[in-house]
């Protein structure tokens, strides 16, 4: 590091990391995750809601013992698999890419 007045560059993965690109991948990575995490977090806690306080709805018998509440326990599990196999297509066409450029650019200058 330079203290003469120079701009200090700092490593390369400090360099990286100040880089547009990094803040990109970042930001790609950001308006997925952060989205995508609140849907969910609101989603399980409408069935949680539901089960401590619509008990007779989440009861209602829609095939033989299979309730309402039986039905979208299970979409829960659904939706954890969806998010994840949405995720990793956004991952691979988005994320892995730019962080696979970076890796190239650190291995280079290494």
Excluded at 26 to 52: E, I
Excluded at 80 to 104: G, H, M, S
């Amino acid at each position: 590091m330079s203290t003469t007045g120079e701009r200090s560059t700092g490593t390369i993965y400090e360099q990286v990391q100040d880089s547009p690109e990094f803040a990109d991948l970042r930001s790609r990575l950001r308006r997925f995750v952060f989205p995508m995490s609140a849907a969910f977090l609101l989603w399980y806690l409408a069935y949680v809601l539901l089960a401590s306080y619509a008990p007779g709805f989440m009861s209602i018998k829609v095939i033989g013992n299979i309730n309402v509440g039986l039905i979208i326990g299970l979409l829960q599990f659904v939706t954890t698999f969806a998010i994840t196999t949405i995720y990793v297509r956004y991952a691979n066409k988005y994320l892995d890419p730019a962080a696979e450029r970076l890796r190239t650019q650190i291995e280079s200058a290494t």
